[in-house]
């Protein structure tokens, strides 16, 4: 494509060279740059891309998009000075790609909890309803009829949209996408045409990251305020959220609230939970809605709400949608269930936040019928003010908490860990109740051998991933593996 094609859009400061250059590639890294590219210059917390550019140009690349303000003297090479180079990044991709969002359906999840969970819903109804969708998310994408392991929850611009048009090169008509508040702020899915932006919930997570709540909310809204241009477009608010409430009052655009509010739009009204799922009655704009689904818990069932509003948004009829949420695939590391035939259950889980831990530990509490044992721990070099609220809360809602390591990265496990333990003391110990095994397979180890029958053990924090970061280096570890091995163990012996 000619550069001057794909600087439509781009607020430029000034341009110098040839602008009918042709770009045969885009790139942010230089050291991915080939032949023929286009690299944008981005500053980040730890390298400035612009440092970066004698090796860009060295690669190959035949134009330079960048923020600083003076072109190296002598330069042949075509240039864009901007006043936003991740904003350029952006606008540069989707035409690069050729604008993929407007020839899709476009969805975007976002809030603290509950994304991943609300796309794979909305990926079964619009399947269900006949209609080819693709999925970018924190567990994978789905890309056609292929699977990509994730490297982020929301990809880099020029992935985004290079994704996108590979879904519409293989007949997808929609996209469902977690749009993360880091994405937002770094203006990954800016220039993105979406027509429906769901909103979850806001809790304590990230603050290392935007430092305070109000900040991390204003991160969120971004993607309502770029509904404000599609008139068709929809917003679906959860009322029972605070921030959720806030959203709905001062939205330009058509919503549709949802949550267990009876003025909510979409609401429950009644339903029955087990080990095996859930059903429940919802109540929606075009009547009641019986809906049976393999998840489990309070905190699942916001999320169904959530996907049936999408569902509605998009003209879905209910009976598909009914279908879809019947026929979820299984969510990997959501509340997922590892068993190798043993009289107890053990739940391996992603929450890593004091509020995901909490609707966890309650749903775990509401289809137990014997003790609850936890095994969870927080995560080093993040927010470290939710390390004492989830030792409150895994201490009020288990019979026994056993603290240990969870992706400690640079720092020392045992300091996070006397962290949690202060909001587990706030609580009051009680004897036997509480342990502390660093080791984070031997504290898998111990809960399971602790378990008697029908007792619930509950492995909270990494979920679906496959490793652990501790200092510098990143160490094979599954927590469903490290289960399987030791029930299998437990129950030879």
Avoid at 253 to 273: C, E, F, H, K, N
Avoid at 360 to 384: H, N, Q, Y
Wanted: with cysteine; net charge neutral.
């Amino acid at each position: 494509m000619i550069l001057e094609e794909l600087l439509k859009g781009v607020s430029c400061l000034h341009l110098a060279g040839n602008l009918n250059v042709s770009v045969e590639g885009l790139s942010y890294d230089s050291r991915k740059v080939g032949k023929g590219h286009l690299f944008v210059a981005i500053r980040g917390d730890n390298f400035d891309g612009n440092d970066f550019i004698p090796q860009a140009i060295e690669r190959g690349a035949v134009a330079i998009v960048s923020e600083q303000k003076a072109i190296p003297i002598g330069s042949k090479l075509s240039w864009a000075i901007v006043d936003n180079a991740r904003r350029a990044l952006a606008i540069i991709s989707g035409n690069f790609y050729n604008q993929p969002s407007r020839r899709l359906y476009l969805i975007g999840v976002t809030g603290t909890n509950g994304k991943t969970t609300v796309t794979y819903l909305v990926e079964s109804i619009f399947q269900q309803g006949g209609r080819k969708i693709g999925r970018l998310g924190t567990i994978d994408y789905r890309v056609g009829e292929r699977l990509v392991e994730a490297e982020r929850t929301t990809p880099e611009a020029p992935d985004i949209n290079r994704y996108m048009a590979e879904m519409v090169e293989n007949d997808c008509q929609a996209c469902v996408m977690e749009v993360s508040s880091h994405s937002l702020d770094m203006e990954r899915v800016y220039g993105c045409d979406f027509d429906v932006a769901v909103f979850t919930n806001l809790t304590r997570d990230h603050l290392d990251f935007h430092l305070s709540m109000e900040r991390y909310f204003s991160s969120k809204r971004k993607l309502f305020e770029y509904l404000e241009n599609k008139k068709e477009a929809v917003a679906v608010i959860n009322l029972d959220d605070p921030k959720g409430k806030e959203l709905s009052r001062g939205l330009k655009v058509r919503s549709i609230t949802y949550g267990w509010q009876p003025s909510a739009d979409i609401t429950v009204d009644s339903y029955q939970l087990s080990l095996q799922g859930l059903q429940a009655t919802i109540t929606t704009p075009e009547g009641k809605l019986q809906v049976s689904s393999p998840l489990i818990g309070r905190a699942n069932l916001s999320n169904i709400l959530a996907a049936v509003g999408v569902g509605m948004a998009a003209g879905i009829t209910p009976s598909a949608i009914s279908q879809g949420i019947a026929r979820v695939s299984p969510i990997p590391g959501r509340f997922e269930q590892v068993n190798e035939g043993q009289d107890f259950t053990v739940i391996v889980d992603y929450a890593h936040t004091d509020d995901a831990l909490r609707n966890l530990l309650e749903s775990v509490r509401e289809v137990a019928k014997g003790r609850v044992i936890t095994v969870f721990g927080c995560g080093g070099d993040r927010d470290p003010s939710k390390r004492p609220l989830m030792g409150a809360h895994a201490m009020k809602l288990s019979d026994i908490a056993i603290v240990t390591s969870d992706n400690p990265r640079s720092e020392d496990p045992l300091q996070i860990i006397r962290e949690i333990e202060v909001g587990i003391e706030s609580v009051g110990v009680r004897k036997g109740a509480h342990l502390v095994i660093p080791d984070r397979k031997e504290a898998i180890k111990r809960a399971i051998d602790e378990a008697h029958p029908g007792d619930m053990v509950v492995i909270a924090g990494k979920g679906h991933e496959r490793y652990q970061i501790i200092g510098n280096k990143t160490i094979p570890f599954d927590d469903r593996e490290v289960a399987r091995q030791l029930i299998s163990r437990k129950k030879g012996s």
